[in-house]
């Protein structure tokens, strides 16, 4: 901070003054919450608003990847340890050919070199292990916003229940269909890569995983994930090319839907479908959106997928909306003006979540193509980076300060 003597005593008030007090954030999913925990550290006064009525247990697992982890812990320091526990720590990816047999098992180990294993979890148990490091009465459900209005000294946010707040920073974290960035921006319709997926968490004692291992099952023009979760639950992420997004009437033509897909797959993995109550299925188009040069105006920006929604191809979706949790307090407790704070906080996210967003899409494309090649020399255009250099650079992000609290 510069105390010069030039400074008359209107304006050191001004510098010595938290640059906001009431942080209002839309969404508790998993960036709502990272950066939450974030910024309460930091001193501020922090409300989360969720439209859910409560946590249900949504049927998702998640790989986390170093990067993420490491960004995770430099918010909350133990919780990857919460994490680990809750989870798995993958030792052993396999490829498993559709009869559901091992063709290939390769160990996991290259990650611990980036700071921490590959582990795999439970959404909604990651949901629940984040939301326990607020207060309950900060987070507030049933709160579905439908806009905000802005000037120069405050944001006023409506709610669709009838109730409305202020605040000196709104952070839209409200998903790719983000309410905050289509008031903000304008939204339009997400892109559709082609992609459909079906997904679920459930109990399932029969082997079909070793402990501590993660399986990929490579079909034509369709696979599927096996995901440890913990605690004997298995995610099954199945994903199908498809040029027209298809919508099922309801839960069981869904169900029936993936059991013909897979109608010549091995009983082992058949029978896992089968024994997954059809209600638990979530059938969702892949999509994503075209990267932004500008997430902010004025005292709102954006965070995760509501500022950079991507294919999940690569897994980096959770993980890169981590940086951004971290990011986004770092830069508040170093500036002294919500501006630079926040382009300070553009700056740092813009450029690398553009590369991210822009890999995964091609990333989506390579599961499905019988030749790799175009998409290989595409992706090396992109970023002029090869496969594996793209990885070491996203793994390898590393956190330059610590947070410091603006009020101590
Ligand atoms: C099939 C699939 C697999 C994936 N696998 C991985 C993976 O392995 N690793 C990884 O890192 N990422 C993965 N992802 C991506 C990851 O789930 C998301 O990137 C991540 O959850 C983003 O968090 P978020 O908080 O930005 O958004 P979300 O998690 O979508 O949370 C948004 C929250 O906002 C709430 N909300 C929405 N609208 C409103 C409103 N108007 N008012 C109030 N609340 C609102 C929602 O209810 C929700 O709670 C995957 C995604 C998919 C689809």
Same mark, same amino acid.
């Given at each position: 901070?510069?105390?010069?003597?030039?400074?008359?005593?209107?304006?050191?008030?001004?510098?010595?003054?938290? %640059?906001?007090?009431?942080?209002?954030?839309?969404?508790?999913?998993?960036?709502?919450?990272?950066?939450?925990?974030?910024?309460?550290?930091?001193?501020?006064?922090?409300?989360? !608003?969720?439209?859910?009525?409560?946590?249900?247990?949504?049927?998702?697992?998640?790989?986390?990847?170093?990067?993420?982890? +490491?960004?995770? /812990?430099?918010?909350?320091?133990?919780?990857?340890?919460?994490?680990?526990?809750?989870?798995?720590?993958?030792?052993?990816?396999?490829?498993? +050919?559709?009869?559901?047999?091992?063709?290939?098992?390769?160990?996991?180990?290259? !990650?611990?070199?980036?700071?921490?294993? *590959?582990?795999? #979890?439970?959404? &909604?148990?990651?949901?629940?292990?984040?939301?326990?490091?607020?207060?309950?009465?900060?987070?507030? *459900?049933?709160?579905?916003?439908?806009?905000?209005?802005? /000037?120069?000294?405050?944001?006023?946010?409506?709610?669709?229940?009838?109730? @409305? #707040?202020?605040?000196? *920073?709104?952070?839209?974290?409200?998903?790719?269909?983000?309410?905050?960035?289509?008031?903000?921006?304008?939204?339009?319709?997400?892109?559709?890569?082609?992609?459909?997926?079906?997904?679920?968490?459930?109990?399932?004692?029969?082997?079909?995983?070793?402990?501590?291992?993660?399986?990929?099952?490579?079909?034509?023009? /369709?696979?599927?994930?096996?995901?440890?979760?913990?605690?004997?639950?298995?995610?099954?992420?199945?994903?199908?090319?498809?040029? $027209?997004?298809?919508?099922?009437?309801?839960?069981? /033509?869904?169900?029936?839907?993936?059991?013909?897909?897979?109608?010549?797959?091995?009983?082992?993995?058949?029978? %896992?479908?089968?024994?997954?109550?059809?209600?638990?299925?979530?059938?969702?188009?892949?999509?994503?959106?075209?990267?932004? +040069?500008? &997430?902010?105006?004025?005292?709102?920006?954006? *965070?995760?997928?509501?500022?950079?929604?991507?294919?999940?191809?690569?897994?980096?979706?959770?993980?890169?909306?981590?940086?951004?949790? !971290?990011?986004?307090?770092?830069?508040?407790?170093?500036?002294?003006?919500?501006?630079?704070?926040?382009?300070?906080?553009?700056?740092?996210?813009?450029?690398?979540?553009?590369?991210?967003?822009?890999?995964?899409? %091609?990333?989506?494309?390579?599961? !499905?193509?019988?030749?790799?090649?175009?998409? $290989?020399? @595409?992706?090396?255009? @992109?970023?002029?980076?090869?496969?594996?250099?793209?990885?070491? &650079?996203?793994?390898?992000?590393?956190?330059?300060?610590?947070?410091?609290? #603006?009020?101590?």
């Amino acid at each position: 901070m510069n105390t010069s003597p030039t400074h008359n005593r209107t304006e050191l008030e001004q510098l010595s003054k938290p %640059l906001i007090k009431k942080v209002a954030i839309i969404g508790a999913g998993l960036g709502g919450l990272a950066v939450a925990i974030a910024l309460r550290k930091l001193g501020y006064d922090v409300q989360v !608003y969720e439209k859910a009525q409560d946590f249900r247990p949504i049927g998702a697992g998640l790989g986390l990847f170093p990067n993420g982890l +490491n960004f995770l /812990d430099a918010i909350s320091p133990g919780i990857v340890e919460t994490i680990k526990n809750s989870g798995c720590v993958v030792k052993t990816s396999v490829l498993k +050919n559709i009869q559901g047999e091992t063709i290939r098992a390769n160990p996991a180990n290259s !990650y611990h070199n980036y700071g921490h294993p *590959l582990t795999t #979890v439970w959404w &909604w148990r990651l949901q629940q292990i984040l939301a326990s490091q607020l207060p309950a009465e900060n987070i507030h *459900l049933n709160h579905r916003c439908i806009g905000f209005k802005q /000037d120069e000294h405050s944001v006023n946010i409506f709610f669709e229940n009838g109730k @409305q #707040v202020s605040a000196d *920073l709104l952070i839209g974290c409200d998903g790719i269909n983000s309410v905050v960035r289509d008031t903000l921006i304008g939204n339009g319709q997400p892109r559709y890569l082609q992609s459909m997926s079906w997904r679920t968490v459930i109990k399932y004692n029969q082997e079909i995983l070793n402990p501590g291992e993660l399986g990929f099952v490579k079909g034509n023009k /369709d696979f599927m994930f096996l995901l440890n979760v913990g605690e004997d639950y298995i995610s099954w992420v199945y994903r199908r090319f498809s040029p $027209d997004i298809m919508i099922s009437k309801n839960a069981e /033509d869904a169900k029936s839907l993936v059991l013909s897909n897979i109608a010549d797959w091995g009983e082992s993995l058949r029978s %896992l479908v089968e024994a997954t109550p059809a209600a638990q299925i979530a059938e969702n188009p892949i999509c994503d959106r075209l990267p932004l +040069n500008s &997430w902010t105006r004025g005292r709102v920006t954006l *965070l995760g997928d509501a500022a950079h929604p991507m294919s999940p191809s690569i897994g980096q979706g959770a993980n890169s909306t981590f940086e951004d949790a !971290y990011e986004l307090a770092l830069c508040f407790s170093q500036a002294s003006r919500i501006e630079d704070a926040l382009a300070n906080y553009e700056q740092r996210r813009i450029p690398r979540t553009k590369l991210i967003q822009n890999r995964s899409a %091609l990333g989506e494309m390579s599961y !499905y193509a019988t030749d790799r090649t175009e998409i $290989d020399k @595409q992706m090396q255009e @992109q970023s002029n980076m090869t496969s594996e250099e793209f990885q070491n &650079w996203v793994f390898n992000y590393k956190l330059d300060q610590s947070l410091n609290p #603006v009020n101590p």
